[in-house]
Structures are given as structure tokens and as C-alpha cells.
């Protein structure tokens, strides 16, 4: 275990953007770190230590697709939907032991949308959200011991999300009343800071090294979002579009991880990324307006380990964007109707981490005199 442990900072650093969140567009990913964050950061903890890390996205997203077509004339004729979005995360976790730790991640963002459609199709403005997210609560823990793993170690995690995020953003709409005026009402689902709903997550992470150090990494977590709809209105023409759903969430990483040169230090790492939203969700009910779709990006990245602080940088490119058929596209269908909803997507996302592991203070021997 000793190859894997002396890796393991600067390793992980690289690891710890499941959401990340965040979303990439109008599939509205929410935007969070996700257990397989505090995860890996409870890996590099002994017992009675903690980690805190502050994880920043950016994305743009301006591309419509309607499944894995892109519709380039949207963006030469002046419609397209632009959604800027700055998200931070605050994760803390804390080891009870070796292998079992506790997690808390605690989100914002601040999201802009540029958009015709909205505003009466008349003029392009601008509606904005910004705030606290839904916050998640877990832990996890490590299956083998250091004595029982020196090729590797396989981490489970559990979680769950509270609704703390404002689901019912508001901001003002231009050209939108009867007679023309501008109205306050909620915006897109795409930019909420919430969904409403009470979820809970589960999650895996792996690491295994081959050679004389290199890694193979894995990350993956499901967001289970029981409720229904959370009842916030969308003034989307089509009634089954009346209101908003509460959909479920996932996400899949997994690459390779190098260290370059000796000891602690500058790491490199190139992987796969693949998330998005469901049509349907695996526990309850899945009515309601949702954009599902997926994205599948590269993801190079880059960390520096430097004492007890980290820093690290990946960026995801997007190689497939797909904006699946929702339930509502398929209620609207008809034999002379084939309706298949679109959504914009960003051609990468950002992200910078900065991660600081509070060791224990040695303990000082009593003297007696």
C-alpha cells in the first residue's frame, strides 16, 4: 500500500469533479460535488483528521442539440439560449477511522441566461439566480485496510440531498404580458439552485495501481429524487409542461492518473466523463417538464501537491451531446407530429480545487518534575 498512499493527495485532487456537477446546459445537472468528492478526500485522512476543499466551475452553454444533432442555425440566426453558470462548492470531511468518514458539501452558484424565446421572441435579455444549492450530507467507507490493499482500495458512499436550494427562483421576463409588459416569474429550470425535492445518493469510487505508479481511477454516483413535480410553473405552451419535475441525476468517470517525477508534487490524469439526466427516474413518479439527456466528455487534468494544500485543474471537453426524447415529447407526439424537444450544451467546463488536510497536532508528553 505504500505506492498507493504516498499517490494518493495528489490522486485524488484530480478525482473529486463528479458534477459536478454541475451540469453543462439546459440538461439541468444540478450542481453539486457529489459523495465520490469527500470520498476520496476522506482517503488521504488518518483517523481524527479532516479535509476542506473549495471546488469553482464555469460553463457556457450555447449549442442546441436535438438528440445528438446539432442545430448550428440557431446560433446563426440569433435564438439560440445562452446560460452562463460560476459554481462553488465547500466540502468538509472528517475521518472516524482509516476507512469510515463523514462528509458534508455545502454548494452555490450563480447562473445568467441570455435568451429570445423567453422574453415575448421581440428581444434578447437576461434573467439571473444566484444562491445556495441543495446541500449533501453522507459518508463512506473504504472496503480493504492499508495492510490488505497494495494494489488498490474500493470506497462506497451514501448520502442525502436537502432541498436548501431556492427551487423557486425568480427574475423579470420582458414582453411576456397581455399587453406586452414585463412580468416577475420563475426561471428556467436549467439556472434553479434547487429541484425541491429530498434525494439520496449512492455512490462508488476505486483506485488501482499498475506499473510502478500509475493509476486506474473510477467514479460513479446515482441521485435518487423521489418527488414527483415540485409544482413550480414553467409558462410552457404545452399543459403536460405546466410544471416542473424532480429528476434523478447521474454520473460515470474513469481514467488514468500519473505522477511526474518523484515524490510529492505535479500529477497528470486523462479520463472519460459521462453524465446526465434520466427520462425516467427509478423511484417514483416522472411527470412534469425535464430536458433529459447525457453528455460524454474527455477529461484532462493536472494537480499539484504542495505540504497539507492541493490544487488541482481538469477540464472536460464535450466529445457527444444527446438531448433524449422526454415523456412530455412523447405525450405530444402524433403519427403527424413527431415532437422531440432541444437543449443548449456548453463545448467544455472548468474546474479549479483547492484542498487543505488538517493533521493531527502530536500529542506532548506530560513531564513531571
Not at 428581444?123 to 463512506?140: A, E, F, P, V
Not at 439552485?193 to 462508488?204: I, P
Not at 416542473?244 to 479520463?271: C, N, T
Request: net charge positive; with cysteine.
Amino acid at each position: 500500500m505504500k505506492n498507493i498512499k504516498f499517490y494518493i493527495p495528489i490522486l485524488l485532487i484530480t478525482l473529486v469533479w463528479v458534477n459536478d456537477s454541475l451540469g453543462q446546459g439546459c440538461v439541468a445537472i444540478r450542481q453539486f460535488s457529489g459523495i465520490g468528492n469527500a470520498v476520496g478526500q476522506g482517503n488521504i485522512l488518518e483517523k481524527g483528521e479532516w479535509n476542506i476543499s473549495v471546488n469553482y466551475r464555469y460553463f457556457k452553454s450555447f449549442r442546441h442539440f436535438r438528440g445528438t444533432h446539432e442545430e448550428p442555425d440557431r446560433i446563426a440566426n440569433n435564438t439560440e439560449v445562452i446560460n452562463w453558470t460560476h459554481g462553488m462548492d465547500i466540502n468538509i470531511s472528517y475521518a472516524l477511522s482509516e476507512r469510515t468518514f463523514l462528509l458534508a458539501s455545502i454548494p452555490f452558484a450563480y447562473n445568467e441566461r441570455s435568451s429570445l424565446y423567453e422574453h415575448g421572441r421581440t428581444s434578447r435579455h437576461m434573467t439571473y439566480s444566484g444562491g445556495m444549492t441543495d446541500i449533501i450530507l453522507g459518508g463512506g467507507y473504504w472496503i480493504f485496510s492499508g495492510e490488505r490493499s497494495p494494489k488498490g482500495n474500493v470506497a462506497l458512499g451514501g448520502g442525502i440531498k436537502l432541498p436548501t436550494g431556492n427551487y423557486r427562483s425568480t427574475s423579470t421576463f420582458y414582453n411576456v404580458g397581455s399587453e406586452g409588459q414585463s412580468e416577475v416569474r420563475p426561471v428556467d429550470q436549467s439556472i434553479q439552485l434547487g429541484d425541491g425535492g429530498f434525494g439520496f445518493v449512492l455512490n462508488t469510487q476505486g483506485i488501482w495501481n499498475f506499473g510502478k505508479s500509475t493509476f486506474l481511477y473510477y467514479d460513479g454516483f446515482y441521485l435518487f429524487n423521489p418527488r414527483n413535480t415540485n409544482g413550480v410553473q414553467t409558462f410552457r405552451r404545452r399543459a403536460s409542461e405546466a410544471v416542473m419535475s424532480v429528476p434523478d441525476q447521474y454520473a460515470l468517470r474513469s481514467g488514468i492518473f500519473k505522477p511526474v517525477g518523484s515524490g510529492h508534487g505535479l500529477g497528470l490524469s486523462l479520463g472519460g466523463r459521462l453524465e446526465g439526466i434520466p427520462v425516467r427516474d427509478i423511484l417514483g413518479q416522472s411527470e412534469g417538464f425535464r430536458r433529459p439527456g447525457y453528455i460524454v466528455s474527455v477529461e484532462p487534468g493536472a494537480s499539484y501537491m504542495l505540504g497539507d494544500l492541493t490544487i488541482g485543474v481538469n477540464v472536460p471537453i464535450a466529445l457527444i451531446r444527446n438531448r433524449t426524447r422526454s415523456l412530455t415529447d412523447k405525450i405530444e407526439s402524433t403519427p403527424d407530429n413527431y415532437v422531440h424537444g432541444d437543449a443548449a450544451f456548453a463545448d467544455y467546463l472548468i474546474n479549479l480545487n483547492l484542498a487543505w488536510r488538517i493533521t493531527r497536532k502530536a500529542e506532548t508528553p506530560f513531564n513531571t518534575f
